[in-house]
């Protein structure tokens, strides 16, 4: 299958500075990406849709100002958690969908676990 | 509102035993049911996907099933082993409206000696 990438796998920051997540898609160009938070023992809880060369799309109560997510390519969209803070700690996924291939099949990165202390 | 649905919320089962977990969802219009594993502190990876004129799909171990018309899924776990041990999620795409992903909140199995 298709294989998604996220960097970094963890990280732990301070409070109040900025954290950026990279998700890349290896071997397929992906048209769109989601990015998902998830807190222990829920489940995902979508954050945004990212379009190549297009702005995002937030979920309602998502702060795009605090969530910022670039697309620039069609292997790589970024989220920066701006001025996190210790309740941003969570796990943040993305997943890619490839293109031409409509509504079928989603590939999830590994996820990255922010630490926010 | 579009829900999934899923139970148990946690099972311990003993090494070489079955299990079945299930879905339910309220979703629609309906385009496809998925079943992941989520190994802890890890991204979901994909087990069946289902569309609705599909009623079993097999992936080794794992057996899904779906009934459209009673909106209900299960998953289906044979011969379990060590390496079972996850969180499996029940995801549900509907038809249109951007085409979003309900996830369901996931079954803790647990595989034991």
């Known amino acids: 299958g298709a294989v998604v990438s996220q960097h970094p796998s963890w990280v732990i920051c301070k409070s109040g500075t900025s954290v950026k997540i990279e998700c890349r898609s290896l071997?397929?160009?992906?048209?769109?990406m989601f990015w998902y938070r998830q807190f222990p023992k829920q489940s995902l809880m979508l954050m945004a849709t990212?379009?190549?060369?297009?702005?995002?799309t937030y979920e309602q109560g998502v702060e795009k100002d605090k969530f910022l997510i670039n697309h620039a390519s069609l292997t790589l969209s970024t989220l920066t958690v701006t001025s996190a803070h210790p309740e941003d700690s969570s796990f943040y996924i993305c997943?890619?969908?490839?293109w031409g291939q409509g509504a079928t099949e989603a590939f999830f990165g590994q996820g990255t676990r922010l630490t926010v202390v | 509102k579009n829900q999934v649905e899923q139970s148990p919320q946690s099972l311990i089962i003993l090494e070489g035993k079955n299990c079945t977990l299930q879905?339910?969802?309220?979703?629609?219009?309906?385009?496809?049911l998925r079943w992941y594993k989520q190994d802890t502190g890890r991204g979901p990876v994909s087990l069946t996907i289902?569309?609705?004129?599909?009623n079993t799909k097999s992936n080794g171990r794992y057996t899904a099933t779906l009934d459209a018309d009673t909106k209900q899924s299960s998953l289906h776990i044979t011969a379990s082993q060590l390496s079972d041990s996850a969180s499996y999620i029940c995801v549900v795409r509907g038809a249109g409206g951007g085409n979003k992903l309900t996830f369901g909140t996931g079954t803790q199995l647990k595989v034991e000696l």
């Open positions: 997943s890619a969908r490839e």
């Open positions: 289902m569309t609705f004129s599909e």
């Open positions: 071997d397929f160009q992906a048209t769109t």
């Open positions: 879905c339910n969802y309220t979703v629609s219009p309906f385009s496809n």
């Open positions: 990212s379009n190549e060369g297009s702005k995002a």
